[in-house]
């Protein structure tokens, strides 16, 4: 079946200290999407990538989709203690209709 | 937006036991999902339940398991039935944030642990 990797697992960081975590499917996605999970909280939603090589951006997040559709990335420039969380990407594709969650990058941020 | 209400919050139960977790949503909507997200763990589908009509499960997952109920488009139940420690896990249901989207909204989560 399909399955989408992220790395790293974890990843500490001093405050104001970049950070990216990358998800790589094991299948050409027809999109990406990204949540984040605080700490006892549930996901939520942050942006969806549907075009080859698309960058977006919120804020302080970039996101960018691979060219090849089967690996996307998540930056966060001058990290902030508010972006502490797990990071989930997920995909459709590869003839499996269902979103795919990726295994998470859990962050943390040392003030 | 949708907002999903899911309860109870969180139990603690016995083992060979049942739980059944209800969640609301706010507003009509085609397919509700039922995810399970063990400790420290991802996301994993059991099942999406569209109104009127049987649950469709992912591999892995039986409807004697995992029974659930999808009797409108704001309402849906989900049973974890002869509960094992193996079962304590975080259990979500989600809605399309738009039909077709694959995006998600989540609801707040029920937290199990059998003992």
């Known amino acids: 079946g399909q399955q989408v990797m992220q790395i790293p697992q974890y990843q500490h960081v001093q405050e104001g200290e970049d950070f990216t975590t990358y998800c790589n499917s094991s299948?050409?996605?027809?999109?990406i999407q990204w949540y984040k999970q605080r700490p006892g909280g549930h996901p939520v939603f942050l942006i969806q990538l549907v075009k080859s090589g698309e960058v977006k951006k919120q804020k302080r997040l970039t996101f960018q989709f691979g060219e090849a559709k089967k690996n996307s990335s998540l930056h966060i420039t001058a990290t902030q203690t508010t972006d502490v969380g797990t990071y989930f990407c997920a995909g459709t594709g590869g003839g499996y209709q269902k979103v795919t969650f990726g295994t998470g990058t859990k962050l943390q941020v040392i003030p | 937006s949708a907002v999903i209400s899911q309860k109870p919050s969180r139990d603690i139960c016995q083992r060979g036991t049942s739980l059944t977790i209800q969640c609301q949503v706010d507003s009509q909507v085609t397919m509700m999902f039922w995810y399970r997200q063990q400790p420290g763990q991802s996301l994993t589908l059991i099942a999406t339940?569209?109104?009127?009509?049987?649950?469709?499960?992912e591999s892995g997952f039986v409807i004697d398991k995992f029974p659930i109920s999808r009797p409108n488009l704001t309402f849906s139940t989900l049973t974890v039935s002869n509960m094992s420690p193996e079962d304590s896990s975080i259990y979500l249901c989600?809605?399309?944030?738009?039909?077709?989207?694959?995006?998600?909204?989540f609801g707040p989560g029920t937290r199990l642990t059998v003992l």
């Open positions: 339940a569209n109104q009127g009509s049987e649950a469709t499960y």
């Open positions: 989600s809605v399309e944030r738009g039909e077709g989207t694959d995006t998600q909204y």
């Open positions: 299948t050409t996605l027809s999109n």
